[in-house]
């Protein structure tokens, strides 16, 4: 953790979204994240198929080596409108098979506000009241350079190995 893996850039071309495998070691426990797109800006015909195959990928996790966290990733300073159509579609994929805690990593807070945490304060209401609700969550920077890279790593680390605390 803490390297350049899945590629963020937001300008990047967009085709039939594809889930990807990254692998990581914590200490001695070995995960493994796949990565999902969001689906909210698509057309209605690519959003079905993308559906289709969220719960494909999703039912042969399950049988697999289960799933253990969900992350939702999402990109700081205000909520954009197309989080909730997509926590809803990814919720209701995963509370179809049994309960998996759902955590909110929110990143790009960088110098926005007195801490990241700060984010989470001013914005956990808003969330709930679309119907958004989380098991635990974490505000953190990526940036190579910042002086809270440190703290940001650490605070995503516990969060996905004290997953029994969500």
Request: net charge positive; glycine share 8%; charged share 20%.
């Amino acid at each position: 953790m803490g390297g350049n893996v899945a590629d963020t850039l937001p300008d990047a071309p967009w085709s039939m979204p594809k889930h990807n495998p990254y692998e990581l070691n914590l200490g001695d426990r070995h995960f493994r994240f796949w990565e999902v797109p969001s689906i909210a800006s698509m057309g209605f015909l690519r959003r079905i198929r993308a559906k289709w195959q969220l719960k494909k990928l999703y039912k042969n996790l399950h049988k697999g080596d289960g799933v253990y966290l969900l992350l939702y990733c999402m990109r700081g300073l205000s909520p954009p409108s197309a989080l909730p159509k997509d926590y809803k579609h990814f919720t209701s994929i995963v509370s179809s098979t049994n309960h998996v805690p759902i955590a909110l990593v929110v990143n790009g807070l960088e110098g926005s506000l007195n801490t990241m945490d700060d984010w989470w304060t001013k914005n956990k209401r808003g969330l709930e009241r679309v119907g958004m609700h989380f098991s635990g969550h974490v505000c953190i920077t990526s940036l190579p350079n910042n002086p809270s890279t440190s703290r940001s790593r650490q605070a995503i680390r516990s969060l996905i190995c004290d997953r029994q605390n969500l």
